[in-house]
C-alpha cells in the first residue's frame, strides 16, 4: 500500500523558512516523479512543484519561484520543500503527491498524503 | 496558463440522481490530458479520471468521463450517499499544471 506522510509544517512569521519533509512508503520511490500541491483554507488547488524520479527536472509555480526549492532522497525514500521568504499567502495545506505515470514527469496525482499545515502569520 | 472554469459552483441533487458536471479551458488541452479529482472535507483528493476518460484503479463505473480540447465533463450516472463532495478538473498537458475551481456536489 502506498503511503505519503509529510511533516513540518506549522506557524511561522512572515520572511521566515520553513522545511517540509514526506516520507514515502509502500511503492518504488525512485521510479516515480513526485509533487507538491497546496490548499488554502476553504480554496482550491493549486500545484507548487514538482521533482522528477532522478531530480533532473524540477518545476516551480510563479508564486513560489525564487524562494522555494524541491529535493528528494531516494535513498531515504523523502521528499522535501525548503520555503524561504514566506509570505501570508503562502498559508496553506500542504500535499505531497506522487505522479502515476512510472519514470515520466507529468503531473497526473495517483497517491497523495494527508497533508501538513502551514500558517505564515505574525 | 490554461485556466480551467468549472459549472455549476454547486450541484444540489438527491441521491439516485445523474450529476453533470462542467470543465472549461482557455487553451485546447494537449492529447486531452485533463483528470477529474474528488475531496471530501478533511481528506486528500481523490483521482477518479485521467485522459479524459480512463477511470482511476478502483473508481466505480457510475463515474465517467468525456469530451476533448477545452470541453470536458465528468458524470455520476446515480448518485451515491458517498459522491458527495468536492469535484476538481486539472489539466497536465502544459506547464504550468492547473486545476479548476472545483464543483461541490450537495444533498438536496
Known amino acids: 500500500e502506498v503511503q505519503l506522510v509529510e511533516s513540518g509544517g506549522g506557524l511561522v512569521q512572515p520572511g521566515r523558512s520553513l522545511r517540509l519533509s514526506c516520507a514515502a512508503s509502500?511503492?518504488?520511490?525512485?521510479?516515480?516523479?513526485m509533487h507538491w500541491v497546496r490548499q488554502s483554507p476553504g480554496k482550491g488547488l493549486e500545484w507548487v512543484s514538482g521533482?522528477?524520479?532522478?531530480?533532473?527536472?524540477?518545476g516551480y509555480a510563479d508564486s513560489v519561484k525564487g524562494r522555494f526549492t524541491i529535493s528528494r532522497d531516494n535513498a531515504k525514500n523523502s521528499l522535501y520543500l525548503e520555503m524561504n521568504s514566506l509570505r501570508p499567502e503562502d498559508t496553506a495545506i500542504y500535499y505531497c503527491?506522487?505522479?502515476?505515470?512510472?519514470?515520466?514527469?507529468?503531473?497526473?496525482?495517483?497517491?497523495w498524503g494527508q497533508g501538513t499545515l502551514v500558517t505564515v502569520s505574525s | 496558463e490554461n485556466v480551467l472554469t468549472q459549472s455549476p459552483g454547486t450541484l444540489s441533487l438527491s441521491p439516485g440522481e445523474r450529476a453533470t458536471l462542467s470543465c472549461r479551458a482557455s487553451?485546447?488541452?494537449?492529447?486531452?490530458?485533463l483528470a477529474w479529482y474528488q475531496q471530501k472535507p478533511g481528506q486528500a483528493p481523490r483521482l477518479l479520471i485521467y485522459?479524459?476518460?480512463i477511470r482511476a484503479t478502483d473508481i466505480p463505473d457510475r463515474f465517467s468521463g468525456s469530451g476533448s480540447a477545452t470541453d470536458f465533463t465528468l458524470t455520476i450516472s446515480r448518485l451515491e450517499p458517498e459522491d458527495f463532495a468536492v469535484y476538481y478538473c486539472?489539466?497536465?498537458?502544459?506547464?504550468?499544471?492547473?486545476f479548476g475551481q472545483g464543483t461541490k456536489v450537495e444533498i438536496k
Open positions: 503527491a506522487k505522479d502515476m505515470k512510472e519514470g515520466a514527469y507529468a503531473p497526473l496525482f495517483d497517491n
Open positions: 509502500g511503492f518504488t520511490v525512485d521510479d516515480y516523479a
Open positions: 521533482i522528477s524520479w532522478n531530480s533532473g527536472s524540477r
Open positions: 487553451h485546447s488541452i494537449t492529447h486531452n490530458y
Open positions: 485522459g479524459a476518460s
Open positions: 486539472q489539466q497536465y498537458g502544459g506547464s504550468p499544471w492547473t
